[in-house]
């Protein structure tokens, strides 16, 4: 590999640690473990440091192989680093024993360079194998993810959005459900891998910024069925005949599985996608409040259907401002976040500009609806923090 300096890898026995840590992480902060497939990202890491090193990068698809798998492991190690907590009293602690929380950032901040140069080593030699990898696309994903958890919504986790979706495409991700020689279960994963760009692409719609009423994913321009509600130890024996088309909706997140947190991230994808079709920015566009009240009130009724149709396991108390203290809680309050701050965004017209109601007082229902999804933003908002 031809790189301007050396980059350390952690050894075998401390990447396994540090991926057991990013699981544990994963569980609960983030919903990524909803697109990694653990057995899969455990295989890659362990047949990683199988293979003699010397043997490593010697042609222009191996220099390609060997740094995507690298960047992927460094970046599962920073997330790690990230979410590094010292152990409380009488606690056994991560399985990755940093000396201390400036430690864990020492190597954060280490790692995640390390990762970020290694994709863009990885970007120069695919032109010898004239396209991607799911391995690439995950390592994307993953330090993606990371960036999302430090800085939000920012420009540098819009590149890596843009990577990750020109990546897949390379990887021909939009085309899993076409004639292709994969078995049941790698079709199972790539599907989750393209279902979770295309719901950040759609999410990222209705938020405002840089992507504000625009996407880049048309549903019409992929062949990919749902991904299943299954979880990771049934893709093995899964019948791929049984696949949900992607015409319909996407499959209910009932009963509670490992894609659980994803299930529910594409239903409000998809409503977010409805949000931006129906707000062109173009001729003949504007906000919500130049739609008709009965359009209106159409699109406000999705996000009650989202609601309704999140699992038991993902129902939460919004009127207590305290974060769920079980395992699960934290994702339970982020898809609740999520579908309340869309929402209150969509509406948040009608709560800037009162005088609407004037002409037409049943507009004032979604004044109250807007604040009632801004003070819930701000209740699971103070309990997750």
């Not at 740094?67 to 992927?72: E, I, K, V």
């Not at 920073?78 to 590094?84: C, E, I, R």
Request: proline letters at 6%.
């Amino acid at each position: 590999m031809e790189l301007s300096r050396p980059i350390w890898l952690p050894s075998r026995e401390h990447a396994l640690a540090l991926l057991d840590d990013y699981l544990d992480a994963a569980s609960s902060p983030h919903g990524l473990l909803n697109v990694v497939h653990v057995p899969w990202l455990r295989a890659v890491v362990t047949d990683f440091y199988a293979r003699p090193f010397q043997e490593l990068g010697q042609s222009g698809s191996e220099v390609y192989t060997t740094t995507c798998h690298a960047a992927l492991i460094l970046g599962v190690a920073a997330t790690a680093a990230f979410f590094w907590e010292e152990p409380r009293a009488g606690e056994s602690g991560t399985r990755h024993p940093f000396e201390s929380r400036g430690h864990a950032e020492h190597f954060l901040r280490l790692w995640r360079k390390a990762a970020w140069d290694l994709l863009d080593q990885a970007r120069r030699a695919a032109t010898a194998i004239a396209g991607g990898s799911l391995v690439e696309v995950q390592a994307v994903l993953v330090l993606a993810d990371l960036i999302y958890n430090m800085e939000g919504c920012s420009t540098l986790f819009r590149q890596f959005h843009s990577t990750a979706l020109a990546v897949a495409r390379e990887a021909k991700l939009h085309l899993v459900d076409s004639a292709t020689a994969d078995c049941a279960m790698l079709r199972e994963i790539k599907r989750r891998v393209w279902w979770y760009i295309a719901s950040t692409d759609w999410l990222m719609g209705p938020m405002g910024g840089p992507s504000d009423r625009i996407y880049s994913i048309n549903p019409q321009h992929m062949q990919v069925h749902w991904p299943r509600n299954v979880n990771d130890s049934e893709l093995a024996t899964l019948d791929d005949n049984s696949s949900p088309p992607q015409t319909g909706p996407p499959p209910a997140a009932d009963p509670p599985t490992d894609v659980t947190g994803l299930m529910c991230r594409l239903r409000l994808a998809v409503i977010s996608r409805h949000i931006v079709d129906a707000q062109p920015l173009g001729a003949g566009g504007g906000d919500v409040d130049a739609l008709p009240f009965d359009r209106v009130l159409a699109l406000s009724a999705l996000f009650d259907d989202a609601l309704a149709a999140l699992p038991v396991a993902a129902e939460r108390n919004t009127n207590t401002g305290s974060a769920v203290r079980d395992p699960g809680g934290w994702q339970r309050g982020v898809l609740h976040l999520a579908i309340h701050a869309r929402r209150a965004r969509f509406l948040r017209p009608f709560l800037a500009q009162p005088g609407i109601a004037d002409a037409d007082p049943r507009f004032m229902r979604f004044r109250a609806t807007c604040l009632a999804s801004a003070r819930a933003v701000l209740g699971i908002g103070a309990g997750l923090l």
